[in-house]
């Protein structure tokens, strides 16, 4: 059974920084690629960034520029770092683990619990 754990999120005002974590088993990080989701009270859950298993990443444009993905294989963990927080990246944060390099929440087959992001203007 793969688990997904997320830790991180939390209230920051805007302009503030969050780091988001993602813990799993050692088979599962270095067997898929980890990726980050979001999705807003009546919006579809959208992608934020992912990491492939050599360190790779790509981001969407929301987060290109202020956002930092890396792994640390020792702690079998990923980590998003944000900066730079705005109000309208006010949502819940899923860490989700797929076979390939997708960035729709439909390739991805595992998930963890989601964590809440709140910026306050």
């Known amino acids: 059974q793969v688990q997904l754990v997320e830790s991180g999120g939390g209230l920051v005002q805007a302009g503030g920084s969050l780091r988001l974590s993602c813990s799993t088993s050692?088979?599962?990080?270095?067997?898929?690629?980890m990726a980050w989701f979001r999705q807003a009270p009546g919006q579809e859950r959208e992608f934020v960034a992912r990491?492939?298993?050599?360190?790779?990443?790509l981001f969407a444009n929301s987060a290109k520029g202020r956002s930092t993905l890396s792994r640390d294989n020792a702690k079998n963990t990923v980590f998003l770092q944000m900066n730079k927080l705005k109000p309208e990246d006010t949502a819940v944060y899923y860490c989700?683990?797929?076979?390939?390099?997708?960035?729709?929440?439909?390739?991805?087959?595992?998930w963890g619990q989601g964590t809440q992001v709140t910026v306050s203007s």
């Open positions: 990491v492939n298993l050599v360190g790779g990443t």
């Open positions: 050692e088979r599962t990080a270095n067997t898929y690629y």
């Open positions: 989700a683990a797929g076979p390939s390099p997708a960035t729709i929440s439909g390739g991805f087959v595992h």
